[in-house]
């Protein structure tokens, strides 16, 4: 069973079949075969010695569907970019002259879904390895495994990083080079609590700050500042 933990390395899906094509349930698949195998392991454990030994597997299965939710979100139109994770920010901090960095931290009780900043097509997908240090370190933003992900979309480029935590070592990208995708669309999913950075060019005003908390796909974290603004934005 692919539980955090189980393995000492972070493993990288990239362009794998889609895992959220739910819209009933609204679940990651992959939360709800969790649950399930919790349940039954559960349900053998209360036949065997009684219904007590089974409840901390019930809660694991109710843990598995919280961690695997996937709510649609309402995305923001206009020269924006949205959040592309759920989370609290962590930190908004130069990254090089010409670079600012929104990062996000997802505790365990976030949902991991993950979503395009911007709409554009994706140039570049780049695994690097490394170290699993506290996704809430700030050196973990170049120091721990990671999936950087390169996308340009009106003119702009913009990068955003899927970084491996102490506890998620599961990281899963459904694009691939060259695919197009809408402002908010799903990219990929990370197990279980971490972390995602965006690097911004000049061009962008942040508005977020460290502390707030962000949605994925809804809150916007940054504006296009050499593009006229919708009508009240």
Not at 58 to 85: K, M, Q, T, Y
Not at 94 to 110: Q, Y
Request: aromatic share 10%; charged share 20%; hydrophobic share 45%.
């Amino acid at each position: 069973m692919d539980i955090a933990g189980a393995v000492p390395f972070c493993r990288v899906t990239v362009n794998a079949e889609p895992v959220w094509e739910n819209s009933v349930l609204r679940f990651v698949p992959t939360g709800i075969y969790y649950a399930l195998a919790f349940l039954a392991g559960a349900g053998v454990l209360a036949w065997l010695a009684g219904p007590w030994f089974g409840l901390p597997l019930v809660l694991l299965a109710i843990f598995c569907l919280n961690f695997f939710r996937d709510p649609d979100r309402e995305v923001p139109e206009g020269p924006v970019a949205v959040s592309p994770a759920d989370g609290r920010v962590l930190a908004v901090a130069p990254e090089s002259p010409k670079r600012t960095r929104v990062s996000i931290f997802l505790n365990v009780f976030d949902v991991h879904v993950n979503r395009t900043p911007i709409g554009g097509r994706i140039d570049k997908v780049e695994y690097k390895t490394g170290r699993f240090l506290v996704a809430s370190k700030e050196a973990c933003s170049t120091d721990n495994e990671q999936n950087v992900v390169t996308i340009t979309g009106d003119g702009v480029t913009i990068v955003f990083k899927q970084i491996a935590g102490l506890i998620a070592r599961r990281i899963i990208f459904t694009k691939q080079p060259g695919d197009t995708v809408a402002a908010g669309e799903r990219i990929g999913l990370m197990r279980f609590g971490s972390r995602m950075d965006v690097l911004f060019g000049p061009e962008w005003e942040i508005l977020v700050r460290a502390g707030q908390r962000v949605v994925a796909g809804s809150t916007v974290i940054a504006r296009r500042t050499d593009r006229e603004q919708p009508h009240g934005a």
